[in-house]
């Protein structure tokens, strides 16, 4: 049976993980709210929020889960020409509401969004005191790509992420990790395996040890404050041989 989570209690603890569905996997809880101090509780303990309109609030840890260690993402030959074409800018936390609501929008492959407004919200809410972050790229003055997602400690908890333009997402994903990597972070979390990640780097993990690194890591000391690094070039991730490059 689900756990019934109490919404007028956001710091009530979530059951362990051990016990999430199988089918469908990692469905552990339903019910109470999208406050800041449960949502922060429930990243630190591998579990995030994700439902459609019209559905009570479901509360996920899938095993195993998708990571992406920063300086092991892998950047192809032919993206690596895309950021040395200089055809985007890049920046970080200069318009998380507008990448937000890019990321909400109609896919092609979807029919529905699951960033309903409630979820928005929340992140909003989150972007505000400083735990969600967005990384923006841009063809001139037009938002062409961008991606966000949660910072506890030294792990970055990846929601979603969005292209308008070819390469736009993956190059938002190249500076992301180069900046973590910078601030010594130690685990991307990418919650389902797809193949856009696979091809990056992305690999699997036994849920059990995740909940471990990421215990450690979101203990540490992070990147606080708001992470504003002015316009970059993508020419400026430079070619290390730790990113691969296929």
Not at 86 to 95: H, L, T
Request: proline share 7%; hydrophobic share 40%.
């Amino acid at each position: 049976m689900l756990y019934l989570l109490d919404p007028n209690d956001p710091i009530a603890p979530f059951p362990d993980v051990s016990f999430a569905e199988r089918e469908p996997d990692g469905l552990l809880a339903v019910g109470g709210d999208l406050s800041v101090p449960r949502l922060i509780n429930a990243y630190r303990h591998g579990i995030f929020p994700w439902f459609n309109a019209g559905d009570p609030i479901l509360w996920w840890s899938p095993d195993p889960r998708t990571v992406l260690v920063p300086n092991r993402l892998h950047i192809s030959r032919s993206l690596r020409k895309t950021l040395r074409k200089e055809k985007f800018s890049i920046s970080m936390d200069r318009a998380f509401d507008r990448v937000i609501a890019a990321c909400s929008g109609p896919r092609a492959d979807s029919d529905g969004t699951w960033l309903v407004p409630e979820m928005i919200k929340a992140y909003q809410r989150l972007h505000r005191e400083g735990w969600a972050h967005s990384v923006e790229v841009w063809a001139e003055n037009d938002l062409a790509g961008g991606l966000y997602g949660v910072a506890i400690g030294r792990v970055f908890f990846g929601e979603s992420m969005f292209s308008r333009a070819s390469d736009a997402s993956k190059v938002a994903l190249a500076q992301l990790c180069l900046r973590l990597e910078t601030w010594e972070f130690g685990l991307i979390d990418c919650q389902i395996l797809t193949g856009h990640l696979l091809r990056m780097g992305a690999v699997q993990i036994a849920r059990e040890d995740f909940i471990g690194v990421i215990g450690q890591l979101c203990a540490q000391p992070g990147h606080s404050g708001h992470w504003d690094q002015g316009d970059t070039s993508p020419s400026d991730i430079p070619p290390n041989p730790l990113l691969g490059g296929a």
